[in-house]
């Protein structure tokens, strides 16, 4: 069903799906468009390369472990680890509203350029444009990336097989809680860390541990639960997932249970799925444990044949449940 006008709940999960497929595809790519990966795969000869782009409209624009700044590149530069490719350039776009702080915008660059020089990345070309005040809040960044694809790696959501294993790169819903947290002032999680934080050098450890690797996905807007769906729609595959197996920090759980959100639903900036084949999975959990930033890593499911539902959650009371995509936008402005 298409609506006469753009909701918030068209910004994540179903409602983000049914924009896309009722009036972004068929406007922009009438020919159809192919298996949605992070980032568009293509040859120069000799090379293979990642392109991709990501607009940061996050509110607040400052939180606890990062900011819009650092958050547009690791998000960026995420989107192309997740496809194997090593990040070299980025584009930044900005739209300034009217009466922004100077010294914050200053702050929030040189955090985003701290990203880019941690990683070797250019800022290639931007663009800057001002609105009127009350026209947009505070900042929004759009960026675009290229990398370069690893040599003999190749990736695709729909890659995944039965027998597969299935891991997540550490403790989910970080980032969400901390951003809510921080816009609603809620004091029980004030504790929250973003995981905000580039994924490019844990992701390569991976796939050097685990060439054989089939997909890997950024668990960002919808979280994990998000991103498991997406996977398995587009491998045609079930995915099992193991509750007791999942890495959930005691805060982000906390926050969830006072304000009855699944952690599954919430989004992070430092998280990844990988599906790797049975007989890599545990140099692949070796490789992410061995890394500062997946310490948690766990091996949380397994990936069966085809059934009714895409994901299934074996709860820690012994049941099972559809792990199902968030319906809409549960949290907004998030990223
Ligand atoms: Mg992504």
Redesign the pocket.
């Known amino acids: 069903m298409t609506s006469a006008t753009v909701r918030m709940s068209h910004g994540s999960g179903k409602g983000n799906k049914e924009l896309l497929e009722t009036v972004v595809f068929p406007a922009l790519i009438p020919g159809g468009v192919g298996t949605l990966e992070?980032?568009f795969i293509f040859d120069i000869p000799g090379r293979r390369f990642a392109f991709?782009t990501?607009s940061f409209v996050v509110s607040p624009l400052e939180f606890p472990g990062g900011d819009i700044g650092k958050l547009a590149a690791c998000?960026t530069i995420?989107?192309l680890a997740?496809m194997a490719a090593k990040p070299i350039l980025l584009s930044v776009a900005l739209v300034l509203e009217e009466g922004l702080d100077l010294q914050l915008l200053a702050k929030m660059l040189r955090s985003l350029s701290a990203v880019c020089s941690s990683q070797g990345v250019r800022i290639a070309c931007g663009d800057t444009k001002v609105v009127d005040k009350g026209k947009a809040d505070g900042m929004f960044i759009t960026a675009s990336g290229i990398g370069i694809v690893k040599v003999g790696i190749s990736l695709s959501a729909a890659n995944a097989k039965p027998g597969d294993a299935v891991l997540v790169s550490g403790g989910i819903g970080l980032h969400g809680i901390t951003v809510l947290s921080r816009r609603a002032n809620l004091h029980f999680a004030s504790s929250a860390v973003s995981d905000c934080a580039p994924l490019f050098g844990i992701s390569d450890a991976l796939l050097s541990a685990a060439p054989f690797t089939r997909t890997m996905?950024?668990?960002?807007r919808g979280g994990l639960a998000a991103?498991l769906c997406e996977l398995a729609e587009s491998s045609k595959v079930c995915i099992m997932i193991r509750e007791d197996a999942v890495p959930v920090p005691a805060v982000v759980r906390g926050a969830c249970a006072f304000l009855g959100m699944d952690p599954f639903h919430v989004a992070n900036e430092g998280r990844?799925a990988a599906i790797v084949p049975p007989e890599q999975a545990e140099s692949a959990l070796a490789a992410l444990r061995a890394h500062p930033q997946g310490r948690d890593a766990a091996i949380i499911g397994t990936v069966a044949g085809p059934g009714k539902f895409p994901v299934l959650l074996k709860t820690s009371i012994g049941g099972t449940r559809p792990l199902e995509m968030p319906p809409g936008d549960i949290l907004p402005r998030i990223c």
């Open positions: 992070d980032a991709t990501d998000g995420n989107d997740m996905r950024d668990a960002t991103v990844f």
